[in-house]
């Protein structure tokens, strides 16, 4: 069975890079004021309508990677649980919170890599945050109910959404908030056709992500924020993936 791409160290750098080491001396040039960094942080900072959350509670970054997300929720909620599928990200996000720092190198030219680290703001409340192993499609009932339930880009990677929305109901109290960004990036390497939620026709007609969301939460969430979140992934210094995840945000009713 091939190595799953984000339990590679390659996979690793990139991502510790997205999530705490891009700054705009590492951008293309013209790309420093396009809004591209700090994303997980947007997703926390941009997403949440907090004007509507309590001043304390708990928050579920499901499908968390390397953890800056989680960090961000824990300014705001006393009790962060954040799981991820990749043991080798668990890893280096639980580094992260016992140390508050981590040393790692990023590609630069071919084999050529410069060092890094990434470090979690002094500010942050780090021991707020418990991270796991764990699979989005298969939660365990023990997790509890929350106030914000984050998934940042995770939909268009497993190999069955359907089944992870339909536990997101008994996960979120009344009056909380469900966060979902996704570049609706389907791809049958990470899931099987028949399970894309969008990017296809069928009867002649377009089927888009954003309505099947729609027809998936409609009966316990309503749709209360929409808006594009533009992201950078670097994989070397003249090389960058550059792309706009959609972000709804969602109320329970």
């Given at each position: 069975?091939?190595?799953?791409?984000?339990?590679?160290?390659?996979?690793?750098?990139?991502?510790?890079?997205?999530?705490?080491?891009?700054?705009?001396?590492?951008?293309?040039?013209?790309?420093?004021?396009?809004?591209?960094?700090?994303?997980?942080?947007?997703?926390?900072?941009?997403?949440?309508?907090?004007?509507?959350?309590?001043?304390?509670g708990?928050?579920f970054d499901?499908?968390?990677?390397?953890?800056?997300a989680?960090?961000?929720?824990?300014?705001?909620?006393?009790?962060?649980v954040?799981?991820?599928?990749?043991?080798?990200?668990?890893?280096?996000?639980?580094?992260?919170?016992?140390?508050?720092?981590?040393?790692?190198?990023?590609?630069?030219?071919?084999?050529?890599?410069?060092?890094?680290?990434?470090?979690?703001?002094?500010?942050i409340s780090?021991?707020?945050?418990?991270?796991?192993?764990g699979?989005?499609?298969?939660?365990?009932?023990?997790?509890?109910?929350?106030?914000?339930?984050?998934?940042?880009?995770?939909?268009?990677?497993?190999?069955?959404?359907?089944?992870?929305?339909?536990?997101?109901p008994?996960?979120?109290?009344?009056?909380?908030?469900?966060?979902?960004?996704?570049?609706?990036?389907?791809?049958?390497?990470?899931?099987?056709?028949?399970?894309?939620l969008?990017?296809?026709?069928?009867?002649?007609e377009?089927?888009?992500?954003l309505?099947?969301?729609?027809?998936?939460?409609?009966?316990?969430?309503?749709?209360?924020r929409?808006?594009?979140?533009?992201f950078?992934?670097?994989?070397?210094s003249?090389?960058?993936?550059?792309?706009?995840?959609?972000?709804?945000?969602?109320?329970?009713?």
């Amino acid at each position: 069975m091939a190595k799953n791409f984000y339990d590679t160290e390659r996979a690793l750098s990139e991502y510790l890079l997205f999530h705490y080491g891009m700054t705009p001396r590492l951008l293309p040039p013209g790309m420093a004021n396009c809004g591209v960094l700090e994303f997980p942080v947007r997703c926390v900072t941009e997403c949440l309508d907090f004007a509507r959350l309590p001043k304390v509670g708990r928050a579920f970054d499901l499908g968390c990677a390397v953890g800056r997300a989680s960090f961000e929720l824990a300014r705001h909620f006393t009790d962060v649980v954040a799981l991820d599928f990749s043991r080798q990200f668990i890893g280096a996000a639980r580094h992260l919170q016992a140390k508050g720092a981590f040393d790692f190198s990023y590609c630069e030219e071919g084999e050529l890599t410069l060092p890094c680290r990434a470090r979690i703001p002094a500010a942050i409340s780090r021991n707020r945050v418990r991270f796991g192993v764990g699979d989005a499609m298969r939660l365990p009932k023990s997790l509890g109910t929350f106030e914000v339930v984050l998934m940042a880009n995770l939909i268009d990677r497993l190999s069955n959404p359907r089944k992870c929305l339909k536990q997101l109901p008994g996960l979120i109290h009344k009056g909380g908030q469900l966060v979902i960004t996704s570049p609706y990036t389907w791809l049958r390497e990470y899931t099987p056709r028949q399970h894309w939620l969008g990017g296809f026709q069928r009867g002649g007609e377009p089927v888009r992500t954003l309505d099947t969301l729609k027809s998936l939460l409609s009966a316990d969430f309503q749709l209360i924020r929409r808006r594009n979140l533009p992201f950078l992934l670097r994989e070397h210094s003249r090389k960058c993936q550059l792309s706009v995840a959609e972000a709804t945000t969602w109320l329970r009713k």
